[in-house]
């Protein structure tokens, strides 16, 4: 496949090799070949299915061990696929509107957003359910496109309260889930106050979903590069724009002396801070054509990084929630 032929891939699309394998992708920027990461590969004893044949699903460290040993030359901070080995390209929008109405639990989510005047064509279904791998057990990574992503959590926000509606909130042990997954480095109840503030997070008929940020084509601008490195720092500063915050990277501008913008390539971290807040955030100092950004996530499971609204927690503190290891005394 000539890479013109595609030349719009976006996050969270898929893309399925000449040999079968399922990569998701994981940029909306692909010069030397797709990047993305390996998901999915053909196995006769795999226990998930799309009908036709078996895969086995593996997961991030599993991913970068297989391709390391079958296909090195791939390997890169992500897995860059030549375009000369893409088959096709499967889209979350094309998905969605195949099977939203076979699935109540799709179906659900999909005329929520609807009926609150989220157009169809800016939605979309991502994860197991895109290359229908999905199985009983799966999560709904549901996808909304650009500013109208906004708009679909505060409708998603609203009907977890409505009692006509079968969109629930998380109880505790599904938090607990999602924070031993994470694994942050701030504390159960200060993670739990940030995320629940989101609002993207819900259950339908017992199965998990989020809501999923992906740029709308007139966001999708020129990539930022790799910066150099000059060590980890911690900083506070003000964020100014906040627009891009639920995207991947999370694009958090601020007004520091030095750093011009915090980046966040754990998802942990999406939409942690609203404009006007104050936040606290470790990372590494990147340099970048003179300008300067702190990175958070520069690790799967980052250690000694983090982002937190010191907004938010001095406003829970004020309002009598004690957030255990909290320190908003800055």
Not at 41 to 69: C, L, S, W
Not at 263 to 291: D, F, K, W
Request: with cysteine.
């Amino acid at each position: 496949m000539d890479q013109l032929d595609h030349p719009g891939v976006r996050l969270r699309d898929f893309i399925v090799t000449l040999d079968g394998w399922v990569f998701s992708s994981a940029d909306y920027h692909h010069p030397e070949g797709v990047r993305g990461v390996m998901r999915y590969v053909p196995d006769p004893e795999g226990q998930r299915t799309d009908g036709i044949r078996n895969y086995r699903k593996y997961d991030f460290h599993e991913a970068y061990q297989y391709m390391d040993f079958h296909k090195p030359e791939w390997v890169q901070d992500v897995h860059v696929i030549p375009w000369d080995q893409v088959d096709r390209v499967l889209n979350p929008s094309d998905r969605l509107a195949e099977i939203w109405r076979s699935d109540p639990r799709i179906e659900e989510i999909t005329m929520t957003l609807l009926d609150g005047g989220v157009p169809m064509d800016s939605m979309g279904i991502t994860g197991s359910f895109l290359p229908g791998l999905q199985n009983e057990g799966s999560d709904i990574d549901f996808v909304v496109y650009g500013p109208k992503w906004f708009r679909a959590r505060d409708i998603i926000d609203r009907a977890k309260d409505d009692p006509t509606s079968n969109i629930q909130h998380l109880d505790e042990g599904m938090w607990e889930r999602i924070f031993n997954k994470r694994i942050p480095e701030i504390g159960f109840e200060e993670f739990k106050l940030h995320e629940m503030r989101k609002g993207n997070r819900g259950v339908v008929e017992d199965t998990y979903f989020d809501l999923l940020f992906v740029r709308d084509c007139t966001q999708v601008n020129k990539p930022m590069g790799r910066g150099i490195d000059l060590g980890h720092e911690t900083i506070e500063a003000l964020v100014t724009d906040a627009q891009l915050a639920f995207d991947s990277p999370s694009v958090y501008k601020v007004d520091h002396p030095e750093i011009e913008c915090v980046l966040s390539y754990t998802h942990t971290y999406a939409g942690q801070a609203l404009a006007g807040e104050i936040i606290e955030a470790r990372g590494m100092v990147e340099e970048v054509n003179g300008h300067k950004r702190l990175v958070v996530g520069t690790s799967r499971e980052p250690k000694g990084e983090w982002i937190r609204s010191l907004s938010l927690l001095k406003s829970a503190s004020q309002q009598g929630v004690t957030i255990i290891n909290a320190d908003i005394q800055h």
